[in-house]
């Protein structure tokens, strides 16, 4: 059932984005995050974080010289977990660094 809100939580997020999340929408909103935060529901996946594969999908790859391990540069959609399981990996943009050509 987690699993099929997961688009529900996007929608919320983008209207959020938008500003489009005020007055009564905005209440159910927040009473539907927190009813699946007590459920155990957990979003995971920030920007400037290290890219773990186990709980990130790499959805672009770069290269830059700021990095020193592979990071997550953004974050296209956020990961969710229960406890230790995954209900759906953190999409995200990869930046490794780059390694000197000799």
């Not at 159910?28 to 594969?53: I, M, S």
């Amino acid at each position: 059932m987690l699993i099929g809100l997961l688009p529900v939580l996007d929608d919320i997020d983008r209207a959020r984005e938008h500003g489009e999340v005020e007055g009564g929408f905005k209440l159910v909103a927040d009473g539907l995050e927190t009813t699946l935060a007590k459920l155990g529901l957990q979003r995971f996946g920030d920007a400037g974080e290290p890219f773990d594969p186990t709980v990130h999908e790499a959805m672009t790859h770069a290269l830059s010289a700021e990095v020193s391990e592979p990071t997550c540069a953004e974050i296209y959609q956020p990961g969710y977990r229960v406890g230790e399981r995954i209900m759906r990996p953190a999409r995200v943009a990869v930046v490794e660094p780059e390694t000197a050509e000799d």
